[in-house]
């Protein structure tokens, strides 16, 4: 009696190891599984990786470490950049500087200081100076403030905005006597900028309480602050097709040189085997899912964001025949390069594909208007009508103010 249940008991627990390394080689990224892999290459002789044509044995007969398994690697800790794009998936922010905004997090330093120059991010996303700057306008507001900043000039003016202080006198004192600051030169700085020594001493209090670090405290891994487009889609005589991009992923084998030895761990090689099967499935849920998004999004993949279609995590599962969750965890962290430009696997998801429209007509509309009388919510409100979209002048303050425009007053010029 007590030896049966003994023997449900550890069958459960296999099946759930199993189950839980299934799930997170599927929610992970390109370069995170090809870290991940590395090291269960690294900790499982029984495991042969080859990539790039280069090829990796870790067999080591005397290794110690064969009761290692890959739960170990399931249960990270949160991230800095895990917690920022939490931040800005409760925003509600057009998809596209939603995208920028996501990229932006995901080129930080350990510092949390923007690792890409503003002008390369421009370029590589072929994005114009406003959506740059309404994109980190949102990156800025981010908790731990500071992030996104340049330099620690940059960080200290960000923070210091946030708290609605706006100085004059102490942006020049950070921006040009930080150095004297720091040695104590006050005269020279009592001189140039024509203030008292209390008052300098006054503004050094203020500027310790600022964070030269916001990403200190939080888990920062710079390894995976970059983003690899998990597939490619193109257009190619008029028709869309897609590459999912294997060449980044390691490929995985059974080590014969250990599997054939009498003493070799049997658990070690198991793992070895349900991992290759976990890539096997992944890489067939990734490519059901975009064979689906192809068709049912061609229209953006074509024309553009105002061509989206309503599109949700039951659509996709439904026809797959798999749960929510599962084509939930496949497209988390995932992007692709499209004729759009790269963007999220999740942007393509969408709950009602109208709100875009008329977002985007709001955006033209106050775009174009005469600055020295700009359009009231009233009158956006009768434009919509006229484009065949009925909707509440509320409704239209609150696109609005989403998109980053003030009311009439403030756009007045």
Known sequence: MD???KLKQETKLILTQEMKTSMNILQMSSSQLKEYLEKEAVTNPAIEITYNNYTYKSYNPSSSEDNFSPLDLVSEEET????LEEQLGYLKISSKIKNICLFIVNNLDARGYLATPKLEIKKLLNINNQQLKEAFEIIYTLDPIGVGAENLKDCLKIQLRSKNIIDETLFSLIDNYLE?????NFSLIE??????KEDILDYLDLIRTLSPIPARGYVVSTSNNYIVPEAKIEIKDNKLTFKINEELIPKININSSYSDNPSANKNSIANAINIMK?????YQTLNGILELLIIKQKDFFFKGENFLHSLILKDIANELNLHESTISRAIK???????QGIISMKSL?????STIIIKKLIEEFITEENKKNPFSDEKLSLLLKEKGYSVARRTVAKYREELGFGSTRERKK
């Open 180 to 184: 004297e600051i720091a040695s104590q």
């Open 3 to 5: 030896f049966s249940l």
């Open 278 to 282: 976990c890539l096997e499935k992944r």
């Open 80 to 83: 800095l950049f895990d917690y």
């Open 333 to 339: 962290d995932k992007y692709l390069d499209t004729p």
């Open 349 to 353: 998801f969408v709950i009602d594909s």
């Open 191 to 196: 001189e140039e900028l024509n203030i008292t």
